[in-house]
């Protein structure tokens, strides 16, 4: 009966911390997936690098920016180089601009689901966005909702801000660059 008697205790209290943890929590998998802004030799530096990236729920997305003052701005397929509304969108600021070499902080979040991601540079100054500077987490292949697709729809559009701050964020981390 004493065994019985402790391995209830023992479920019970399992259950009870387990039921303590928000149900949509996701955990870290550790992965962390480097993109550049602004490589410096595809599009005149107007690129992400990838920018076509399959990740996981938990997996980190690490963007580190090179010269022309560049952001992550979250958008929809269907509203290029518009900022996706409402307090879960991604948006790093401007708060990683640099002359020369990579800014010295990067911008992180985590990757809640499966679902796609898209994503611009809201820079104004050279037209980004219109110019091909975006990208995209976890695009459907089997979708006609293709990047190819999202850059050519960008090109009539005009380039939106998400905030009238520039340095405001959202969604992310702001955090020292560290070498590999």
Same mark, same amino acid.
């Given at each position: 009966?004493? #065994?019985?008697?402790? =391995?209830? =205790? /023992?479920?019970?209290? =399992?259950?009870?911390? /387990?039921? #303590? ?7 870290? +998998? ?6 550049? $802004?602004? %490589? +410096?030799? /595809?599009?005149?530096? =107007? ?20 010269? &022309?003052?560049? *952001? !992550? ?5 269907? &509203? ?16 990683? @601009?640099?002359? #020369?070499?990579? $800014?010295?902080?990067? !911008? +992180? !979040? ?29 695009? @459907? !292949? ?5 990047? $190819? ?7 009539? +559009?005009? *380039? ?8 405001? %964020? ?11």
């Amino acid at each position: 009966m004493l #065994a019985f008697t402790s =391995l209830a =205790l /023992a479920a019970t209290t =399992l259950l009870s911390l /387990a039921s #303590a943890l928000p149900a949509n929590e996701v955990r870290s +998998t550790g992965v962390t997936h480097r993109v550049f $802004a602004g %490589s +410096t030799t /595809a599009n005149n530096g =107007l690129h992400f690098e990838p920018e076509n990236v399959v990740a996981e729920p938990g997996d980190l997305m690490e963007f580190h920016f090179l010269p &022309k003052a560049h *952001t !992550f701005t979250q958008s929809s397929f269907d &509203k290029p180089c518009e900022p996706l509304g409402g307090e879960m969108a991604i948006f790093s600021g401007f708060n990683f @601009n640099t002359t #020369a070499g990579e $800014a010295p902080n990067v !911008f +992180t !979040f985590m990757v809640q689901d499966r679902n796609p991601i898209w994503y611009y540079c809201s820079q104004t100054a050279g037209n980004h966005c219109q110019s091909g500077m975006s990208g995209v987490v976890n695009q @459907n !292949f089997a979708s006609d909702n293709t990047l $190819a697709r999202y850059k050519e729809n960008a090109v009539n +559009t005009v *380039t939106r801000q998400p905030s009238t701050d520039p340095l405001a %964020s959202q969604g992310g981390w702001k955090l020292p660059n560290v070498p590999l």
